[in-house]
């Protein structure tokens, strides 16, 4: 049995004292929700401070993004033994942002500028090895653009994804770690995939999985949906059989919409 995870990602929102009054506000919630397992992904400089207000929670904490060494002149990046330190159990890679994949930009945003996000399949890859390396588990992000989906190419995209970023990795590794398909299409612009559809392509990957890795791997994996994941839709995505909980962006920044997302696995 696969317990679903649902993992909050802030992004780029709230500061250390609206860390702490979200959880003191998300945690009574759901206090009585058995069977889910829950993350916060706050951005870098309010990981110490959600943390604290965690402790004795239950709910784990994971980081946003993470470099792929311990150390070194890399300025401005972080290392997965920095985010053990600052007592991360998770750490979200490869999301579509920053891979800079965005199913909106602003207008002036041109490809120069979007490149700044330079996460690719081979950079994804290796963060996952060094996340599972320092003892984090991984939530390893893939998906399509809405080009690549109306070209018919979805699935050939999320396969060489999944292809490349578990390449190199050990069956028991690939059975630990979590994969979340966001539709990039669906993030950030209020539209969300059909859940039939995205249970096909999260079964899909699973097969991927289970082409390279074997059957207990692909048994074992947790894959998640994420993109525009919201209270009133999240029980139809959530009771599909091949989807185990939910990436939120938008709607894990209030503490009773993420709550309902919380129920609604525990429905399941």
């Known amino acids: ?72 002149a890399y300025t401005g990046q972080v290392s997965p033994k920095m985010l053990v330190d600052a007592g991360c159990n998770y750490v979200i890679i490869g999301h579509s942002e920053r891979r800079g994949r965005f199913g909106k930009t602003p207008e002036d945003w041109t490809p120069e500028v979007c490149a700044m996000f330079a996460d690719s399949d081979a950079t994804v890859n290796r963060k996952a090895k060094a996340a599972l390396a320092a003892g984090l588990t991984p939530i390893v992000c893939m998906g399509e653009t809405l080009a690549e989906r109306d070209r018919g190419e979805a699935d050939a995209v999320v396969h060489r994804q999944a292809h490349w970023a578990l390449g190199g990795l050990a069956a028991r590794d690939v059975g630990a770690l979590v994969i979340a398909y966001e539709p990039v299409w669906a993030i950030g612009t209020g539209r969300v995939c059909d859940a039939a559809e995205a249970n096909r392509v ?26 525009s994941v919201k209270p009133d839709n999240a029980a139809e995505l959530l009771h ?21 997302i919380v129920a609604a696995a525990a429905g399941r």
Do not use: H
């Open 202 to 227: 999260i079964a899909l990957i699973r097969s991927a999985v289970r082409e390279t890795f074997g059957a207990d791997a692909a048994a074992g994996i947790r894959i998640q949906y994420g993109g």
């Open 240 to 260: 599909m059989p091949d989807i185990d909980g939910a990436l939120v962006g938008g709607a894990s920044l209030k503490p009773a919409d993420l709550a309902a």
């Open 1 to 72: 049995m696969r317990i679903p995870l649902i993992a909050g990602n802030w992004k780029m929102y709230k500061t250390q004292p609206e860390a702490t009054r979200f959880v003191a506000d998300f945690v009574p919630l759901i206090e009585d929700t058995a069977g889910v397992e829950v993350a916060l992904c706050p951005p870098f400089t309010a990981l110490a401070a959600t943390r604290d207000a965690l402790t004795g929670s239950g709910v784990a904490l994971g980081a946003q993004d993470c470099f792929w060494l311990e150390e070194g």
